[in-house]
Nanobody, 115 residues
């Protein structure tokens, strides 16, 4: 069974940084796309960033120039580096992946940024 498992969330002060990890239970290169969504309390789920099998990256305007998505093929893991965190980045962050026309989601990891 294919699984995506997130880690790396936590509580950080504004201006701090976190690195989220999304570990796949199978080769990460079998995913056409792997990325991140986030959902803040009372708000709709928001796409954050993704990386495709060729390594092309895309970012939401709200994080462009600030967050970086990357991939370690040997570890079957996708990372989301989040420096300069803002209070408005507080949300549950979900990893997702599209593999052979099927979508997979992780369980989510909480990121809380305090002022």
């Amino acid at each position: 069974q294919v699984q995506l498992v997130e880690s790396g969330g936590g509580l950080v002060q504004a201006g701090g940084s976190l690195r989220l990890s999304c570990a796949a239970s199978t080769s990460i290169l079998t995913f056409a796309t792997v990325g991140w969504y986030r959902q803040a309390p009372g708000k709709a789920r928001e796409w954050v960033a993704n990386i495709d099998v060729l390594g092309t990256t895309n970012y939401a305007d709200s994080v462009k120039g600030r967050f970086t998505i990357s991939r370690d093929n040997a570890k079957n893991t996708v990372y989301l580096q989040m420096p300069s965190l803002k209070v408005e980045d507080t949300a549950v962050y979900y990893c997702y992946g599209r593999r052979y026309s099927a979508d997979y989601w992780g369980q989510g990891t909480q990121v809380t940024v305090s002022s």
